[in-house]
Nanobody, 126 residues
Framework: QVQLVESGGGLVQAGGSLRFSCVAS????????MGWFRQAPGKEREFVAA????????YYADSVKGRFTISRDNAKNTVHLQMNSLKPEDTAVYYC???????????????????WGQGTQVTVSP
């Protein structure tokens, strides 16, 4: 069992930065692929970024590549999402997710993730 708690959301102007943290409880965190997803009003949940259990592989949606960076600290059971050069279209609720069954890499598919955080709102003003 893994429980995820996100923090770091808020209101920021376009061009600004935010840093998310997701703290996990449970013994399987260090062996779990982790992902960040987001959902804007009226839209489906979409992939943002993911990282393999070791941190050796990272994956990004084209829309955030070069602006967002995902990282993890297995000693602290934490995964981060650094978001720079934010745009109004980044406005959404952001979710942290865990995929403990994945032995290598990480996926972009929400259904592959077994555990989800409660979500945290990001609003980017023009």
């Amino acid at each position: 069992q893994v429980q995820l708690v996100e923090s770091g959301g808020g209101l920021v102007q376009a061009g600004g930065s935010l840093r998310f943290s997701c703290v996990a409880s449970g013994r399987t965190f260090s062996s779990a692929a982790m992902g960040w997803f987001r959902q804007a009003p009226g839209k489906e949940r979409e992939f943002v970024a993911a990282i393999s259990w070791s941190g050796g592989r990272t994956y990004y949606a084209d829309s955030v590549k070069g602006r967002f960076t995902i990282s993890r600290d297995n000693a602290k059971n934490t995964v981060h999402l650094q978001m720079n050069s934010l745009k109004p279209e980044d406005t959404a609720v952001y979710y942290c997710a865990a995929d403990p069954s994945r032995k290598s890499g990480a996926t972009r598919t929400p259904h592959d993730y077994d555990y989800w955080g409660q979500g945290t709102q990001v609003t980017v003003s023009p």
